[in-house]
């Protein structure tokens, strides 16, 4: 069955950096455009980034442009999301998405508080 699994988060200082993995299983993941979203408490999800399954096109939120990075090892199949430069208003629960479809992961909890 398909799997998208997330890892990665954690409790990190203002200015820290982490780097979130999703392992994709059970569909063709080379195929897909893939998304990272988030969801903070009390707040709607948000698209964060995506990024193409061919010839690498991606996108950012306005908020996490030039601190965080998306991108993907088809052979391993999994989607990364490199974030540096993190502020309390990063905290969320981060999930991986293979768009267009509603294939989601868990999620995995990001804290940045000092």
């Known amino acids: 069955q398909v799997q998208l699994v997330e890892s990665g988060g954690g409790v990190v200082q203002p200015g820290g950096s982490l780097r979130l993995s999703c392992l994709a299983s059970?569909?063709?993941?080379?195929?897909?455009?893939m998304r990272w979203y988030r969801q903070a408490p009390g707040k709607a999800r948000e698209l964060v980034a995506h990024?193409?399954?061919?010839?690498?096109?991606?996108n950012y939120a306005d908020s996490v442009k030039g601190r965080f990075t998306i991108s993907r090892d088809n052979a391993k199949r999994t989607l990364y999301l490199q974030m540096n430069s993190l502020n309390p208003e990063d905290t969320a629960m981060y999930f991986c998405?293979?768009?267009?479809?509603?294939?989601w992961g868990q999620g995995t909890q990001v804290t940045v508080s000092s």
């Open positions: 059970g569909f063709t993941f080379s195929s897909y455009a």
């Open positions: 998405n293979a768009h267009p479809t509603n294939y």
């Open positions: 990024i193409s399954s061919v010839l690498p096109f991606t």
